[in-house]
């Protein structure tokens, strides 16, 4: 932990609000020379370069970058570790997919040495594309959660997983029951949830593979630990939703099915939620839920276009998400991107400083952590990412010609990726730097 003060010179942009509720100016903040000063693994200074100089002692240790963008950290709202092996797998819509590739992959998490591979792999990914916070799927394998958080717990990352529940239509190697489901989840909730900066999510994996003695026991544990994390899939895929109200036709819609076991609440994040009535969207804002928007996944599996006004219009809190393996980046640059152009074909804008907040305050926001993390406020925690606005040759060439720093966030969010990190901060320390990567494998 770093408990020498530290600051870094360079231009610093963070979101302060949701570009829907104030003027695009106000929502965020922005420092053409600015510096960020850190310690003990939180913001205790940010401005003009100049004024924070004059405020701060004179020995100061300022770390000064040149033609870099401060941020806070990405925020992935929804992602599944142990998909990094099959992302990019040809040719299937959801349910396929699931049975041919993802099914397969996910056995081979009852092996905790594989597991641990992965989750440090995944970790790694995540770091280097400048994500410091994500909620994440593990497999129906309870070790898979705990390799899982003991790999976070090293890095000292703000994470949210969960084992997931699954009782039927799935192999029968990867189901669990009701009982030991409960049991599993209970187990890891005591050791993991609030331990440091980890958190846990009950994660049924969708309503089909849960028979109702499941969901109810979902509806349990949340109550039992009310401020425990519950995340799921919802209304992805046309023939996903024909058979949740194949399975449950007492249940007027698919979230109905969730709602009916108590499974809404204000920790409750739903991943794609594409093709939602308003009915639907208006239970989701009653009930405080959010909605993870998962562009890549989206386009990758043909699901549908997410109708990012529909559900802002109803009130519903909107994170982004990669949905690693369906989704094919690991990048929130290139989500961004992708949701640019969902929203396009539907002819809606996506304004960069609206992006810059999905990404950072308004994924914080929907995991209800915004008092923590999401920006670069004094007192949050010190997850920040170095970003390069001259990282390819094209992108140096493009910026010559962006004047305003809206136009310079669109092209770092259009060209941008992982080559577009060069440094990731978390909770004040340096855990990733593009100039030592290829050292730091050599070593590892
Ligand atoms: N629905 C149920 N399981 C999954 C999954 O692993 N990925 C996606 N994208 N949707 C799902
Ligand atoms: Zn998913």
């Not at 200074?45 to 405020?55: P, S, T, W």
């Not at 009782?167 to 990867?174: C, E, F, I, Q």
């Not at 209304?235 to 449950?248: A, G, P, Q, R």
């Not at 529909?310 to 690693?324: C, I, N, P």
Request: proline share 3%; with cysteine; glycine share 6%.
């Amino acid at each position: 932990m770093t408990t020498q003060r530290k600051a870094y010179r360079a231009s610093i942009v963070h979101s302060v609000a949701d570009p829907k509720d104030v003027n695009l100016e106000e929502s965020y903040e922005y420092y053409e020379d600015g510096i960020l000063v850190v310690e003990n693994g939180h913001i205790v200074d940010i401005g003009h370069a100049e004024e924070v100089l004059q405020r701060q002692p004179q020995n100061l240790d300022v770390r000064e970058y040149k033609d870099k963008v401060i941020t806070s950290g990405f925020i992935d709202t929804h992602i599944h570790y142990p998909q990094t092996g099959m992302i990019a797998s040809y040719g299937e819509q959801l349910l396929d997919w699931l049975e041919n590739y993802t099914f397969p992959e996910e056995r081979r998490f009852k092996n905790p040495v594989y597991a641990h591979k992965v989750a440090k792999l995944f970790l790694d990914e995540l770091t280097s594309n400048g994500t410091t916070t994500a909620l994440v799927f593990g497999t129906v394998h309870k070790e898979s959660v705990n390799v899982f958080f003991e790999e976070a717990e090293k890095r000292n990352m703000r994470m949210i997983a969960g084992k997931v529940l699954m009782d039927r239509n799935a192999p029968d190697y990867l189901t669990d029951t009701p009982e030991s489901g409960y049991q599993d989840s209970k187990e890891l909730i005591e050791k993991w949830h609030n331990r440091g900066r980890l958190h846990y999510a009950v994660t049924p994996r969708f309503a089909p593979t849960s028979t109702q003695e499941q969901l109810s026991t979902v509806g349990r544990l949340l109550e039992e630990y009310p401020d425990v994390y519950m995340h799921t899939h919802l209304s992805e895929n046309k023939k996903e939703i024909e058979w949740v109200l194949d399975l449950f036709p007492e249940r007027d819609s698919y979230l109905d099915v969730y709602d009916h076991y108590g499974l809404l609440h204000k920790r409750s994040v739903f991943a794609h939620g594409i093709h939602l009535s308003d009915c639907e969207c208006q239970r989701l804002a009653e009930t405080d839920s959010a909605i993870a928007f998962c562009p890549t996944s989206n386009l990758f599996l043909g699901s549908g276009l997410f109708k990012l006004p529909k559900l802002e219009q109803h009130g519903v809190r909107v994170g982004m998400g990669t949905d690693v393996g369906a989704g094919t980046s690991f990048s929130i640059l290139q989500t961004m991107s992708e949701a640019y152009k969902i929203m396009q074909l539907q002819q809606e804008k996506l304004h960069p400083v609206k992006s810059l907040f999905l990404a950072t305050l308004g994924g914080a926001r929907s995991l209800h952590l915004d008092d923590k993390i999401g920006n670069l406020a004094i007192g949050k925690e010190a997850d920040f990412v170095v970003l390069d606005t001259h990282a390819t040759q094209l992108m140096r060439f493009r910026m010559q010609q962006a004047t305003t720093l809206e136009e310079k966030l669109f092209v770092l969010m259009s060209l941008g990726d992982d080559r577009t990190v060069s440094e990731t901060y978390i909770y004040g320390e340096q855990a990733y730097d593009a100039h030592f990567k290829d050292v730091t494998k050599l070593v590892s």
